[in-house]
């Protein structure tokens, strides 16, 4: 053996475990920003997540299906259904853990999951693994903030599903079997992010230079889950044959542009800090653009590295495609007569998945000051948003308080309607207290004014969605125009009212109250 050979076989372990001890690094940093997002909410009382309590409410429902009094009211239709990933992960665990508790795993959970995928994505495409650090910046978006639990949930699985087209074909049985799971759990997640995914698979044939027969083979894990997905809709139409239509609200161009900013990260009403950090992150990936382009005029890309960068120019047109459909998709559409029955928020759900998909596609310098540099800033941005969501959930919780002592004073199984003058908590730009009757139905299984279970497509639904209490047309979005003379079809009002600009509206009501604090209210009905 020569003395060159002998050094190679020495210095090889060396390199192997720098590399394990690189690795480590990167994970355990990875899971330090995942930790910094999450501490704000492992923390805090009231996690102000808009439609998180009537996912709750659902899960309750569902988990004890077998009460008399629930199956006189709701019915239960798990098959075929999407859009069910929040519903089936939560149902075993509410009832044990709680809302609150049960709330924090998943978003914990999530941010993991997040971290994961876009590390798996960052390392099929070629970019640099460090890349996850800028990603987890955008991981408390609208989808979370709005409580759309199964979507939020889904991301993770999209960035997985396209991380593993990126990777060169595998013809086995196993790989296959895999990407047809992680395609199913994708439609179980969101029926949105299921199209999606189609659609950036349709655009993978545009880059990916294989065969017909490797095509063919990344297809075939996809035709159960398209067939399943099918079957809902089919499902789903024959539910709702006897609808008068549906209407289509639009964003002008003007509020798209306005509101993009709370499409992605700020959540507080002055959103000053969450501006900034954008700003600087947003400088970041120009930089390295703007160098990987410069780069690219000078060098000439190796053979070997064809396949990447193809990867990388893909997952960089879904990202455009992203931003193409924030741009072209209406607000909501809904049933004409039932407003409550509808899908909200479309277009601002999928403006966040273009950073998502570009940042892991980035390409640091190799240069150890550089990236080290690149690193501490992330960092730096984490503890900064951890700070501030930490003193913004902090500031919603303490304007919740009175709110579970309202709740415990209510027996179980009556009706409530709710009168949330205020939805907006004090510093968020979101309405966090407007569902909020939905966690006495999570915990005492009572009934409420607004419910998920109104929509005949939800797995967990009304067997009669016209009983006249319950809000057709989403009545609980204006409190102050509600109809006194109604208050009799229920046996308690929830209200909030914490600076009494509507006072008028209820002191003078024969109904009588029993429980008030911190501008939470109850008012017992005297028929």
Same mark, same amino acid.
């Given at each position: 053996m020569t003395r060159s050979g002998a050094a190679t076989r020495a210095q090889a372990p060396s390199r192997e475990s720098s590399k394990r001890a690189s690795g480590m690094t990167v994970g355990v940093l990875i899971l330090a920003a995942a930790a910094l997002q999450a501490l704000p909410f492992l923390r805090a009382s009231f996690l102000p997540f808009v439609d998180m309590p009537q996912h709750l409410a659902m899960a309750r429902i569902l988990e004890q299906r077998h009460d008399e009094r629930l199956h006189e009211l709701f019915e239960i239709t798990l098959f075929p259904q999407v859009n069910i990933l929040g519903l089936l992960s939560t149902t075993p665990l509410v009832g044990r853990l709680g809302e609150v508790n049960t709330v924090r795993a998943f978003v914990l959970l999530y941010l993991v999951g997040l971290a994961w995928a876009s590390f798996?994505?960052?390392?099929?495409?070629?970019?640099?693994?460090?890349?996850?650090?800028?990603?987890?910046?955008? %991981?408390?978006?609208?989808?979370?903030?709005?409580? @759309?639990?199964?979507?939020?949930?889904?991301?993770? &699985?999209?960035?997985?599903?396209?991380?593993?087209?990126?990777?060169?074909?595998?013809?086995?049985?196993?790989?296959?079997?895999?990407?047809?799971?992680?395609?199913?759990?994708?439609?179980?997640?969101?029926?949105?992010?299921?199209?999606?995914?189609?659609?950036?698979?349709?655009?993978?044939?545009?880059?990916?230079?294989?065969?017909?027969? #490797?095509?063919?083979?990344?297809?075939?894990?996809?035709?159960?889950?398209?067939?399943?997905?099918?079957?809902?809709?089919?499902? +789903?139409?024959?539910?709702?044959?006897?609808?008068?239509? @549906?209407?289509?609200?639009?964003?002008?161009?003007?509020?798209?542009?306005?509101? +993009?900013?709370?499409?992605?990260?700020?959540?507080?009403?002055?959103?000053?800090?969450?501006? !900034?950090?954008?700003?600087?992150?947003?400088?970041?990936?120009? &930089?390295?653009?703007?160098?990987?382009?410069?780069?690219?005029?000078?060098?000439?890309?190796?053979?070997?590295?064809?396949?990447?960068?193809?990867?990388?120019?893909?997952? =960089?047109?879904? +990202?455009?495609?992203?931003?193409?459909?924030?741009?072209?998709?209406?607000?909501?559409?809904?049933?004409?007569?039932?407003?409550?029955?509808?899908?909200?928020?479309?277009?601002? =759900?999928?403006? $966040?998945?273009?950073?998502?998909?570009?940042?892991?596609?980035?390409?640091?310098? !190799?240069?150890?000051?550089?990236? +080290?540099?690149?690193?501490?800033?992330?960092?730096?941005?984490?503890?900064?948003?951890?700070?501030?969501?930490?003193?913004?959930? %902090? =500031?919603?919780?303490? #304007?919740?308080?009175?709110?579970?002592?309202?709740?415990?004073?209510?027996?179980?199984?009556?009706? $409530?309607?709710?009168?949330?003058?205020?939805?907006?908590?004090?510093?968020?730009?979101? !309405?966090?207290f407007l569902h909020v009757a939905s966690l006495y139905q999570a915990r005492k299984l009572g009934e409420v004014d607004q419910s998920f279970a109104l929509l005949p497509t939800t797995p967990v639904h009304y067997r009669n969605p016209r009983r006249p209490y319950l809000s057709q047309r989403d009545e609980n979005l204006a409190p102050a125009h509600f109809d006194w003379r109604r208050a009799s079809l229920y046996d308690y009002l929830l209200l909030y009212d914490p600076r009494g600009t509507h006072r008028r509206l209820y002191a003078r009501t024969p109904h009588r109250l029993v429980y008030s604090h911190n501008g939470w209210m109850l008012l017992k009905v005297q028929r």
């Amino acid at each position: 053996m020569t003395r060159s050979g002998a050094a190679t076989r020495a210095q090889a372990p060396s390199r192997e475990s720098s590399k394990r001890a690189s690795g480590m690094t990167v994970g355990v940093l990875i899971l330090a920003a995942a930790a910094l997002q999450a501490l704000p909410f492992l923390r805090a009382s009231f996690l102000p997540f808009v439609d998180m309590p009537q996912h709750l409410a659902m899960a309750r429902i569902l988990e004890q299906r077998h009460d008399e009094r629930l199956h006189e009211l709701f019915e239960i239709t798990l098959f075929p259904q999407v859009n069910i990933l929040g519903l089936l992960s939560t149902t075993p665990l509410v009832g044990r853990l709680g809302e609150v508790n049960t709330v924090r795993a998943f978003v914990l959970l999530y941010l993991v999951g997040l971290a994961w995928a876009s590390f798996r994505l960052a390392r099929a495409v070629g970019g640099t693994k460090w890349n996850v650090l800028l990603a987890l910046l955008l %991981a408390l978006n609208v989808n979370v903030w709005s409580g @759309f639990l199964s979507f939020f949930l889904g991301l993770p &699985f999209l960035i997985l599903l396209l991380a593993r087209i990126a990777t060169p074909c595998r013809s086995h049985l196993g790989a296959a079997t895999l990407d047809g799971v992680v395609w199913f759990l994708l439609a179980l997640a969101h029926v949105l992010l299921f199209a999606f995914a189609l659609l950036a698979a349709g655009l993978w044939f545009l880059f990916a230079p294989v065969a017909r027969r #490797q095509r063919a083979l990344r297809l075939l894990p996809l035709l159960l889950p398209l067939l399943y997905v099918l079957a809902w809709a089919a499902h +789903a139409r024959l539910l709702s044959s006897d609808a008068a239509g @549906f209407t289509v609200a639009w964003d002008d161009a003007r509020t798209k542009w306005l509101d +993009a900013g709370w499409s992605l990260i700020t959540a507080s009403a002055d959103a000053t800090l969450e501006w !900034s950090v954008m700003a600087l992150l947003a400088g970041l990936v120009a &930089f390295l653009l703007a160098r990987e382009w410069r780069l690219a005029r000078v060098r000439h890309v190796a053979g070997e590295e064809r396949w990447p960068a193809r990867m990388r120019a893909w997952i =960089r047109t879904c +990202a455009l495609l992203a931003l193409l459909l924030y741009i072209v998709l209406p607000y909501s559409v809904a049933d004409r007569e039932l407003t409550t029955q509808g899908l909200f928020l479309l277009h601002h =759900r999928f403006l $966040v998945l273009g950073p998502l998909l570009l940042i892991p596609t980035l390409l640091w310098p !190799s240069a150890r000051g550089a990236r +080290a540099a690149l690193i501490g800033v992330a960092l730096l941005l984490h503890l900064t948003l951890a700070l501030h969501w930490n003193e913004l959930v %902090a =500031r919603v919780g303490a #304007q919740a308080r009175g709110l579970d002592g309202a709740i415990e004073v209510i027996p179980p199984h009556v009706k $409530v309607k709710s009168l949330i003058y205020m939805p907006y908590p004090v510093g968020l730009r979101f !309405s966090a207290f407007l569902h909020v009757a939905s966690l006495y139905q999570a915990r005492k299984l009572g009934e409420v004014d607004q419910s998920f279970a109104l929509l005949p497509t939800t797995p967990v639904h009304y067997r009669n969605p016209r009983r006249p209490y319950l809000s057709q047309r989403d009545e609980n979005l204006a409190p102050a125009h509600f109809d006194w003379r109604r208050a009799s079809l229920y046996d308690y009002l929830l209200l909030y009212d914490p600076r009494g600009t509507h006072r008028r509206l209820y002191a003078r009501t024969p109904h009588r109250l029993v429980y008030s604090h911190n501008g939470w209210m109850l008012l017992k009905v005297q028929r």
